[in-house]
């Protein structure tokens, strides 16, 4: 009777201690979260609740499972699996716990700052740092518990060493356009050339960056597309950053008009619209004629606003308003195909006209 109570006794008091302790764990970061509302990394590190338990589920049974005198065959492949889970489960918490001082981080910064552009560049930084400390504990956790599991690869791992050299050699011109796409990550991230959040105009195309990766940047352009690229094109071609140096931002719009057009009338009317956007930041407005053709002339409409959507809208509104006031008021000041009827066409008129008279 001994030998099937023992074992369950030390199994099933394991089990219900280590989760006593997760939930003491949790009611302790519940009560530190009510008494500092301002501080929300207490409520961000109650995600690490669930690796934590098999954490401490891992190292409890496997400092108690001696006690349980099973004498089995494979109480040696059985403590290894325990301590397997619990190097696995430390990687899982230090991965969550990660994330959780990042975001704190994040929301601490953002909260105390009113400036957008040092938020997003905080923004990048974390997350490729999370990124990097993710893929190192994963590499590591599944080495280590490679060699827990399969010992015979303990010596094989010895004798690779010897070839260190040899094989990082190998490796680096294996994965050459790998390693300057992480080395790029870590320059954009560290030296604020593309922030996420970031205006750019890549390839011809306007967007945001919506992901930054040690490998590969996410640009969401303006119709929802995704343009994905290697994070190195930033810096090795040039790209539009209209978020550099702030969010503001001053659009264009060109009208071609005919040579009657009343200018002064136009910037006037510019001027009064104007005031009536919203999404018309007040710093700058001006309207010039830009250039001249035999036929036409060149008008220049230009606008300041908060940011790159802002703009976008303005400058359609200010296009479709000036042109509707032109039409409206100064008709003849919109652009003219000049024509001209060819002596051919006075003939086939005439012949034409001739026909219906029976001539």
Not at 337 to 348: K, L, N, P, R
Request: charged letters at 20%; aromatic letters at 6%.
């Amino acid at each position: 009777m001994e030998e099937v109570l023992r074992p369950l006794i030390v199994v099933f008091g394991t089990v219900a201690l280590t989760v006593t302790a997760g939930l003491l764990i949790d009611r302790l970061l519940r009560f530190s979260a009510r008494r500092r509302p301002g501080n929300q990394l207490p409520t961000l590190l109650r995600r690490v609740q669930l690796p934590l338990q098999v954490l401490l589920g891992a190292l409890a049974l496997h400092a108690t499972y001696p006690l349980a005198h099973l004498d089995l065959r494979q109480d040696a492949m059985i403590r290894t699996v325990l301590a397997t889970a619990a190097i696995m489960s430390a990687a899982w918490v230090v991965i969550r716990a990660a994330d959780a001082v990042a975001e704190n981080t994040l929301r601490s910064y953002a909260r105390r700052t009113q400036d957008i552009t040092r938020v997003r560049q905080l923004r990048t930084q974390l997350g490729l740092v999370r990124r990097i400390i993710t893929s190192v504990l994963v590499v590591t956790t599944a080495a280590v518990v490679i060699l827990l599991l399969v010992p015979s690869l303990r010596t094989l791992g010895t004798s690779l060493l010897a070839s260190a050299g040899v094989i990082g050699i190998i490796a680096g011109v294996a994965a050459q356009s790998t390693l300057s796409n992480l080395i790029a990550g870590l320059q954009i991230a560290f030296g604020d050339s593309v922030k996420i959040g970031d205006t750019v105009v890549v390839e011809g195309e306007w967007g945001i960056v919506e992901e930054i990766t040690l490998a590969f940047l996410t640009v969401r352009i303006w119709d929802d597309r995704r343009l994905t690229m290697p994070v190195s094109y930033f810096n090795n071609k040039p790209y539009e950053n209209w978020s550099r140096g702030g969010p503001q931002i001053t659009g264009t719009v060109y009208l071609y008009l005919d040579h009657s057009t009343p200018v002064p009338l136009l910037r006037e009317h510019l001027q009064e619209y104007l005031r009536t956007r919203a999404d018309w930041d007040g710093r700058d407005w001006g309207l010039q004629v830009t250039d001249s053709t035999p036929t036409n002339i060149v008008v220049r409409a230009t606008m300041s606003a908060a940011n790159a959507d802002d703009v976008w809208n303005l400058r359609c509104a200010v296009r479709e308003e000036m042109l509707d006031w032109l039409g409206r008021n100064h008709p003849h000041a919109l652009p003219k195909i000049s024509t001209a009827i060819t002596d051919s066409a006075i003939g086939d008129h005439r012949l034409a006209l001739a026909g219906d008279r029976g001539d």
